[in-house]
């Protein structure tokens, strides 16, 4: 899979990144495995995560973020809106 992770303020973790390998399954059959993505997840306090997910899908930028206190729950709004956007981009490119 194509997803590079960057931690910070958080310690790298092998079950947060199989987490994240495990969520982004059902984008990377969308995509076909041919874009990657970036994803930052950051702890911004002691009580508050922010994941930031980019993706450079058909030469257009896409972007998410979301803020969450639960990093898990942050890591799935912030994968679902990726998702909102690569469906949307890819039905505009079949219907030109």
Known sequence: MTIHLT???IRNSKAVSE???HAFEELIKIT???FPFH???NKVNRES???GIN????NKLLSSKADHEN???ALSKGIHSMKTQV???AEKVRSL
């Not at 993706?55 to 058909?58: A, E, G, Q």
């Open 19 to 21: 987490h994240v390998d």
């Open 32 to 34: 076909d495995d041919k």
């Open 7 to 9: 931690f910070n303020n």
């Open 87 to 89: 469906i949307r981009k």
């Open 55 to 58: 993706c450079s899908f058909r």
């Open 71 to 73: 990093l898990y729950k």
């Open 39 to 41: 994803v930052t997840l």
């Open 49 to 51: 995560y922010h994941v």
